[in-house]
C-alpha cells in the first residue's frame, strides 16, 4: 500500500509553492513563497523513492525522519506526519522556511543525483506544521510530573528555546533570560519577514510561555543581573547566548558616518516590521530608502541585507564578494532570489577604504583566484591596477560573528573559552568547565545554522538532565 502512494519521482515533477513574482514581492516583507494545497503537498511528497539508505536524513543536523513524514504526508496522514516531525525537531515550522536545503537534506537526495529533481522536503515540513497549527494539533507543553530543580537558560534564540522546549516537557523548572525585549533571537531580529514571518516564530513563544517557561527579557547578564546570581537562582545554566559580536575591517575611513553593522541594519528592520518607534530607522541612518547601497559579504546574512536594502526603496544595491559565484557560502538559492528582486553582485570584488567623513563611496579591488587554501577553497588575488569606486550613500558590512568575550563581560571566573573565544564544552554533553554549566548553540561552535543551534540545544537538554537525576540520586543517599 505505501509503496503504491510512493516512487513517483519518474512521472511527476518536482514542483516548489509558487513564488510570487519578483516586482511584487520586493515591495513587502511578507514571505516570498505560498503554501502548498493538500493535494499538492501529498504529490510532491509522494515522489520520494523511499531509498534504504537516506541521506536526506543522515545529511540532517537533527536526523529528522524524512523519508517517514513524506509518506505519511502522502497518505493523507498528516497529524502523525507532524507527530513524527516534531519527535526529533523543536520548531519544524522554522526549519522549513529558512534551513539550507540546497546544502543539506535536498542536496543530497537521491533522486537528485539521478536527474529528477530532488525532494520539495523543506515546503512540505513546513506545510506539516503549518497544517497542524491551523487544526489544533499542536498540543500544549504540560508536564505529567512536575520536578522541583530549575534550569536557567541564558539566551532565547534557537539553541536556548529548544532547550527549554525539551527541559519543560519533562517538568523541569525553567528560566530563560535574554538581552531583547522579545524572544527568538536571531529568528526574531536578525532574519527578515520575508524569510521567516515574524508571527510564526511568536507562535512557539507563546506555546512556551503558556507551557510554563520563564521569560526575563531586557536582561543585560553582566549588567542588570550577574552570572553569579543567576547560577545561584538555579539548578543547572546553559548558556546558549549565540554570537554577536561583528566582524571588522581594519581600513581607512572605516569609520565614516553611513558605514554600519549588518545586525544594527537587520534588528532596525525586524524592529519596524513589529511597529516599534526606532529613531535610527526615522533619521535615515540605517534605512535604505533612496540611497545607493552596497553590501560587503556573501553568506546568508549578506542575502538578508541586500534584499531588505531593495524593500526599503534603495535606488541600488550592489553586493560585494571577493570570490565567485561558486565560492560564496551562502544559500544559491537566496542569490538568486535576490537577482530577481534586483540586486546587483559584483564578483571578485574586496574593500580597500572608504571615500567622505560620510561615506560616499567605497574603494574597491578586483580579485582573481588563485590556489586552493586548506579548506580546498581558492584564495582569492588582488588584480594590480583594477581598482575603482564604487559610489555609495550606505555600507553594510555582513563580514560574520564572532563570540563575545563572556568571562570579562559577565565577570565570571574559571569559564574557559577557546583559542577562537568559543566557550569550551564536552562534545557530547555541552558540560563546561563550570560545574552545573553547561552551553550550546553557536556560542560553543562558532557562528552557524538555527538547525544546529536546534540540535546543540536538544542534546544540551539530554545532558541537564542526566545531571539533574544524579545531582537528585547523590542528594538522596
Known amino acids: 500500500m505505501a509503496g503504491q502512494k510512493m516512487l513517483k519521482f519518474i512521472n511527476v515533477e518536482r514542483d516548489m509553492p509558487e513564488k510570487r513574482v519578483p516586482n511584487l514581492r520586493n515591495k513587502d516583507f511578507d514571505e516570498i513563497y505560498a503554501q502548498y494545497a493538500t493535494d499538492k503537498a501529498a504529490e510532491q511528497a509522494s515522489r520520494c523513492s523511499q531509498c534504504g539508505v537516506p541521506y536526506c536524513q543522515s545529511h540532517c543536523p537533527l536526523h529528522n525522519n524524512i523519508p517517514d ?27 522549513g522556511r529558512i534551513c539550507p536545503q540546497d546544502r543539506l537534506c535536498e542536496g543530497n537526495c537521491v533522486i537528485e543525483q539521478s536527474g529528477h529533481g530532488t525532494v520539495t522536503i523543506g515546503a512540505v515540513e513546513k506545510y506539516i506544521t503549518d497544517t497542524a497549527f491551523a487544526e489544533g494539533w499542536v498540543q500544549p507543553i504540560r508536564p505529567t510530573t512536575e520536578r522541583t530543580e530549575s534550569v536557567g537558560i541564558i539566551g532565547a534564540g534557537p539553541g536556548g528555546l529548544a532547550a527549554a522546549d525539551m527541559l519543560r516537557r519533562q517538568g523541569v523548572q525553567v528560566t530563560v533570560y535574554d538581552r531583547y525585549d522579545r524572544g527568538g533571537g536571531l529568528m526574531t531580529y536578525g532574519i527578515p519577514g520575508f524569510k521567516l514571518e515574524k508571527d510564526i516564530v511568536m507562535q512557539r513563544m507563546a506555546q512556551l510561555e ?18 553569579d546570581a543567576i547560577r545561584g537562582k538555579h539548578d543547572a545554566i546553559l548558556i546558549a547566548t549565540g554570537v554577536y559580536k561583528t566582524r571588522d575591517l581594519d581600513l581607512v575611513g572605516n569609520d565614516a558616518d553611513g558605514i554600519v553593522r549588518a545586525i544594527d541594519y537587520l534588528t532596525a528592520s525586524n524592529r519596524k516590521s513589529f511597529g516599534d518607534i526606532v529613531e535610527e530607522y526615522e533619521s535615515g541612518e540605517l534605512n535604505a530608502a533612496g540611497k545607493r547601497v552596497v553590501v560587503i559579504g556573501g553568506g546568508d546574512t549578506a542575502m538578508d541585507c541586500v534584499r531588505t536594502a531593495i524593500r526599503q526603496g534603495a535606488e541600488s544595491v550592489k553586493c560585494l564578494y571577493r570570490r565567485d559565484r561558486t565560492n560564496m557560502p551562502g544559500s544559491q538559492r537566496e542569490v538568486q532570489n535576490a537577482e530577481e528582486e534586483g540586486v546587483e553582485f559584483v564578483w571578485l570584488a ?30 582569492p588575488e588582488l588584480i594590480a591596477g583594477a581598482d575603482y569606486v564604487e559610489g555609495a550613500d550606505l555600507v553594510i558590512k555582513a563580514l560574520g560573528f564572532e563570540p563575545e568575550d563572556l568571562p570579562a563581560l559577565w565577570g565570571v571566573e574559571g569559564l574557559e573559552v577557546t583559542r577562537w573565544g568559543t566557550v569550551k564544552a564536552e562534545f557530547t554533553t555541552g558540560q563546561t568547565s563550570l560545574e552545573g554549566v553547561f552551553a550550546a548553540g553557536d556560542i560553543v561552535r562558532g557562528a552557524s545554522l538555527v538547525v544546529w543551534a536546534i540540535k546543540d540545544g536538544r542534546d544540551a537538554a539530554e545532558a541537564m538532565l542526566t545531571y539533574l537525576n544524579q545531582v537528585e540520586s547523590v542528594a538522596a543517599e
Open 69 to 95: 513524514w513524506l509518506r505519511m504526508t502522502a497518505e493523507g496522514r498528516l497529524q502523525e506526519a507532524y507527530e513524527l516531525s516534531q519527535a526529533t525537531n523543536s520548531f519544524p515550522e522554522i526549519c
Open 350 to 379: 574586496a574593500p580597500a577604504g572608504f571615500e567622505g567623513d560620510t561615506v560616499t563611496g567605497v574603494n574597491v579591488q578586483k580579485m582573481r583566484l588563485g590556489v586552493p587554501d586548506a579548506t580546498g577553497r581558492q584564495m
Open 210 to 227: 503558556d507551557g510554563g517557561v520563564a521569560f526575563v527579557l531586557n536582561c543585560n547578564v553582566g549588567e542588570d543581573l550577574s552570572f
